[in-house]
């Protein structure tokens, strides 16, 4: 047995037994796996995940005030342990970063030890819990006793570790669900993408309308025998527009009139119209193996049928553009029915009881026709305590470069 002397002449093991009780804890990850099913571990949510939080933190202060000059505590709290802990993690976080990690994806073995699902299994979660123990040990003997020289350490250590194990423990509190809303109606109700279990929510939403903004239409030469569209000669983005040119072999066009919202009128013919409304018309010309055409197309909507130019066995069509931009205009009413109106629209969330709603998607088929509005709610009350971590990790790392510009007289 190896040892090596800390504190003040408390003898403890060194890294080979670190290594080896680090190997023992993989490996014993692993039995209880393989014993499980490959099943991993479930953390219980709010208030039983904050005990058992409460818990830890009151053995590791116990033991890290009282236990300091004991040999096995100094060892659980020591660089070598932690060394072969964070060694570990790594390990473990290349099968998570090389595996697919999805319920179900994987060949026996891995689903057999939760490879593909490396984060919820027993050899991360063992392994996770003597790291919060060896780097709350060497925080508490930072802070008692206190020294101001030690004020960088315990930020960007203490701040780790709360956005790590805030971010673990309370990944079971953390909810999402997708909240489908039509025009007109109002829903209090989601549910989760995964298990299509609904969820009652502590405010309704009432969707007053739907906006999209789509990008132009795009012209295309339409083979129906083998359903695709054929490469058009400069393999350019033809987005269509007035005056627009294009080629395919024998196949040369030009776009005379464009109406980005039209509708037919009593003859038939496209005239301009309002945007809620309108469709997407063209008005072509050009010449098809050295003859010439012209004619209309269009990339229809759900009140009108696509308008095409036949060509032989292909067809001229005009591609529906894709969303540029689209949003929702929703009426919030919470517990106590208080109105408010906001605009969901992508990556603006807007936050409501603990919720944060973001736009998520909407009727594809319909485009921007769609009297469906699809919002995320995402409710994570944990989230504030990692932040906070993070935080305290920023500040950590500002301190640490202000004592290295201090000794180097930069300052």
Known sequence: MSYYEKNGGVAVWSFRESILFTAILLLSGLVLELLGGGNGVSLPSWPLNAIWLSGIVSGIVIAGIWGRQHWFIAWLG?????????????FLSFFGGVLPQEQGVGSEWVLRFR?????????????????MINLGLSLVWKLVPFRRSNLQFILFHAGFWIALTCGLFGASDLQ????????????????????????????????????????????????????????????????????????WPELQVEVETYFPHALKDPQGKPVPSDTLAGTPY????????????????????????????????????????SAKKYRSEVMIRDERDNPRQVLLEVNRPVSINGWKLYQMGYDVEAGRWSKLSLVEGVRDPWLPAVYTGFFMILIGNVLFFWKGMKKTRVL
């Open 78 to 90: 020591g660089i070598p342990l932690g060394l072969s802990l964070i060694f570990a993690l790594a």
């Open 115 to 131: 490879f593909n699902q490396v984060f919820s299994s027993w050899p991360f979660a063992l392994v996770v819990l003597f790291f």
């Open 176 to 247: 999402r669900v997708i909240i489908p809303l039509y025009e007109g109606e109002a829903s209090s109700r989601g549910y989760h993408a995964g298990t299509k279990r609904t969820v009652d929510l502590p405010f309704s939403l009432h969707l007053n309308d739907f906006e999209m903004e789509e990008y132009a239409p795009q012209l295309g030469l339409y083979d129906p025998s083998r359903d695709r569209l054929e490469a058009e000669s400069s393999n350019a983005v033809l987005q269509v527009d007035k005056g627009v040119k294009a080629s």
């Open 282 to 321: 063209a008005f072509i010309r050009g010449t098809f193996k050295g003859n010439p055409f012209s004619g209309w197309v269009s990339t229809g909507s759900p009140h009108e049928e696509p308008v095409f130019i036949v060509l032989d066995r292909k067809l001229l069509v005009l591609i529906p553009g």
